[in-house]
C-alpha cells in the first residue's frame, strides 16, 4: 500500500519570471526539510493575461512581447519534457535554466539546454525526442486547463492541500504571501493560518 503525502503544494510559474524562480528555490527547500511527506509539483503557466501583467508597467513592441511569449512557452515544454524522466530533476534543470536566461544573461540555446539537461543525469536523447512530442504539448494544455480549475490566474501562485482535510485548498498568490505562510509553517507548525481556505476539487493527477 502506498504512502500518501501530507500536504500536496501546486505552484504555478512564469518560466521567465525571477519571482517564480524564487518561490520555486523556497518551496524546494521548504519540502527538503521538512518531518511531513510533501508533494511538490511546478506547473507552468503561459497566457496572454500573464504576458501582459508581465510588461504593464513597460512600453513594450509587439514583436518582442511574441517573442517573450514563444520563449516562455518553449521552456515550458522543455520543462514537461525533462518531468517525465522525474519530478525532481526536471526542478534542478528548470532552476539552472532560469539562474542562466535571468541571473547571467546567457541566450536560449540547444547547446544550453543540452548541457543543463545532461547535469541532471536524465536521458538526453529521449528529452530531445519528448519535447516536439504531442504528448508534451497536451500536458502543457492540461496545465493550463488545472490552473483555471483551480482558480489560478496569476503567475507565481500556489494552492496547498491539507490531505487530512480533502475538500479544502489554500491560494496563496504573490511571492510575498508564500513566503509569509510557508514561514509560518517552519515556526508554528499548528498555527491555523488567518486565510480563508479555497474550497475546490482537486483536478491534477
Given amino acids: 500500500m502506498g504512502v500518501y503525502p501530507l500536504i500536496e503544494i501546486y505552484l504555478f510559474v512564469n518560466p521567465l519570471g525571477k519571482n517564480c524562480a524564487e518561490a520555486e528555490k523556497l518551496l524546494i527547500d521548504f519540502t527538503s526539510t521538512r518531518s ?24 513594450i513592441d509587439l514583436e518582442s512581447r511574441n517573442h517573450y511569449f514563444r520563449l516562455a512557452y518553449t521552456i515550458a515544454l522543455d520543462f514537461k519534457a ?16 532560469q539562474h542562466q536566461l535571468l541571473n547571467e544573461g546567457s541566450p ?17 536523447a529521449m528529452f530531445k525526442e519528448d519535447r516536439h512530442s504531442a504528448l508534451i504539448k497536451d500536458l502543457f ?42 514561514e509560518l509553517q517552519r515556526c508554528a507548525p499548528r498555527t491555523p493560518s488567518l486565510l480563508q481556505p479555497l474550497k475546490m476539487n482537486k483536478a491534477y493527477n
Fill in 36 to 59: 511531513e511527506k510533501i508533494d511538490l509539483t511546478i506547473i507552468p503557466l503561459i497566457n496572454q493575461r500573464m504576458i501582459t501583467a508581465t510588461f504593464e508597467q513597460q512600453t
Fill in 108 to 124: 536560449y540555446s540547444e547547446s544550453l539546454i543540452k548541457q543543463l539537461f545532461l547535469q541532471t543525469g536524465g536521458d538526453y
Fill in 82 to 97: 525533462a518531468q517525465i524522466q522525474g519530478k525532481k530533476g526536471a526542478r534542478q534543470f528548470l532552476l539552472a535554466l
Fill in 141 to 182: 494544455l492540461k496545465d493550463q486547463c488545472t490552473a483555471r480549475d483551480f482558480h489560478v490566474y496569476k503567475q507565481t501562485s500556489a494552492v496547498i492541500y491539507n490531505c487530512y482535510r480533502e475538500e479544502d485548498g489554500l491560494l496563496l498568490e504573490g511571492l510575498d504571501l508564500i513566503q509569509e505562510v510557508i
